[in-house]
């Protein structure tokens, strides 16, 4: 069974810093493409990065704007977002998800999401 | 930036079918997919590929698409299709996009 495990959320300050995590089993983690999506409170999605399978390719929304760097250790099976500068409108639930097969532009599993509440 | 719409809400009775749709600049040239998203749980793929359904997804759920329209149809509507639902796309300005939602509530 696929599962996704976020962690890492937390209240932080205007200008801090987090670093989120996202524990994956149940297939071969060095295999796939993951991504981060994320939701504010009430606010539908909003794709923030991708990592292709080896972490050579990288690629991020234009809000991030050299904020945020995603990284993954497939020895770990474990999917990093490395979040700098945050901003009050960074407030989100941030989810990890798949990417299911180099041409698939979709995310086929889940996690749970991890809370990121930005405020003073 | 490329961008999707979505109407905010649709109303549906139970058995009836429930028609989302996703709006955006040929939008009909690209491959969508549709998350369902109950309140307080992940997103689910329901379709991808604009009208693959993925294994254990219900046969009530269908998609299609053409020109700048993609649409979600939910034939049959259950109680249990109360959620909001977002459409997907990725473009090569803005790489994956999201729809607006649309909460769907089975009146």
């Known amino acids: 069974e696929v599962q996704l495990l976020e962690s890492g959320g937390g209240l932080v300050q205007p200008g801090g810093s987090l670093r989120l995590s996202c524990a994956a089993s149940g297939f071969t983690f060095s295999s796939y493409a993951m991504t981060w999506v994320r939701q504010a409170p009430g606010k539908g999605l909003e794709w923030v990065s991708i990592?292709?399978?080896?972490?050579?390719?990288?690629y991020y929304a234009d809000f991030v704007k050299g904020r945020f760097t995603i990284s993954r250790d497939n020895s770990k099976n474990t999917l990093y977002l490395q979040l700098n500068s945050l901003r009050a409108e960074d407030t989100a639930l941030y989810y990890c998800?798949?990417?299911?097969?180099?041409?698939?532009?979709?995310?086929?599993?889940w996690g749970q999401g991890t809370l990121v509440t930005v405020s003073s | 930036s490329y961008e999707l719409t979505q109407p905010p809400s649709v109303s549906v009775s139970p058995g009836q079918t429930a028609s989302i749709a996703c709006s955006g600049d040929?939008?009909?040239?690209?491959?969508v997919c549709w998350y369902q998203q109950k309140p307080g749980q992940s997103p689910v793929l329901v379709i991808y590929q604009n009208n693959n359904r993925p294994s254990g997804i219900p046969e009530r759920f269908s998609g299609s698409s053409s020109g700048n329209t993609a649409t979600l149809t939910i034939s049959g509507t259950q109680a249990i299709d109360e959620a909001d639902y977002y459409c997907?796309?990725?473009?090569?300005?803005?790489?994956?996009?999201f729809g607006t939602g649309t909460k769907v509530t089975v009146l």
């Open positions: 040929k939008l009909g040239d690209k491959y």
């Open positions: 997907q796309a990725w473009d090569s300005t803005t790489s994956y996009v």
């Open positions: 998800a798949r990417k299911p097969g180099v041409n698939e532009r979709v995310f086929d599993y």
């Open positions: 990592i292709s399978d080896s972490g050579d390719l990288r």
